[in-house]
T-cell receptor, first 115, second 114 residues
């Protein structure tokens, strides 16, 4: 049973380009969380999704950022018109959906560098 | 909102000693608390979960305590080894609009010297 798969592992974008980060949850997991981590800082919650639904996006910047988790395929975090401040590690986590008692399984992250 | 505090200074200990890490929180009464390990360049890995009605939880060389009165959890690694060197994160759930979001502290770096 493969773990949470994120790709690409490293992504370099020029300012103004779009970045697409993909996350395939563990088999059987229907809940996906996206976090951002800056150097020397903790994991900051961005968005919580279930299949075809955004449950909570209170941590997402209001502009340029969007996320989806379609019925088929991976969850996508999309950043439009990237700026240098978007450079960070982006982690995806999944859980089975029995909330309040389940640990989150994390992917290895995508390290976005904006040049 | 929930505030989670972990010691930002790295903890340096000698191999074989017990490492103790602290997680303090405010403004919430969580149903459970989790501890994760994160190595450089990798995603966090779940270690232990302790519920509000549990005082202590053990797993091999790991022990977690949960004091809901003090709003504090202690994470112990006994007989520490250099391979235990990593950043350790505590996480609580935070209610947000009817959903529950795992919210993480900044983590404490543990360095075990041979």
């Amino acid at each position: 049973n493969a773990g949470v798969m994120q790709n690409p592992r490293h992504l370099v974008r020029r300012r103004g380009q779009e970045a697409r980060l993909r996350c395939s949850p563990m088999k059987g997991h229907s809940h996906v969380y996206w976090y951002r981590q800056l150097p020397e800082e903790g994991l900051k919650f961005m968005v919580y999704l279930q299949k075809e639904n955004i449950i909570d996006e209170s941590g997402m910047p209001k502009e340029r950022f969007s996320a989806e988790f379609p019925k088929e395929g991976p969850s996508i975090l999309r950043i439009q018109q990237v700026v240098r401040g978007d450079s960070a590690a982006y982690f995806c986590a999944s859980s089975p959906g029995v909330r309040r008692t389940s640990e989150a399984f994390f992917g290895q992250g995508t390290r976005l560098t904006v040049v | 909102s929930q505030k989670i505090e972990q010691n930002s200074e790295a903890l340096n200990i000698q191999e074989g000693k017990t490492a103790t890490l602290t997680c303090n929180y405010t403004n919430y009464s969580p149903a459970y608390l989790q501890w994760y390990r994160q190595d450089p360049g990798r995603g966090p890995v779940f270690l232990l979960l302790i519920r509000e009605n549990e005082k202590e939880k053990r797993k091999e060389r790991l022990k977690v305590t949960f004091d809901t009165t003090l709003k504090q959890s202690l994470f112990h690694i006994t007989a520490s080894q250099p391979a235990d060197s990593a950043t350790y994160l505590c996480a609580l759930e935070e209610a947000s609009g009817g959903s529950y979001i795992p919210t993480f502290g900044r983590g404490t770096s543990l360095i075990v010297h041979p």
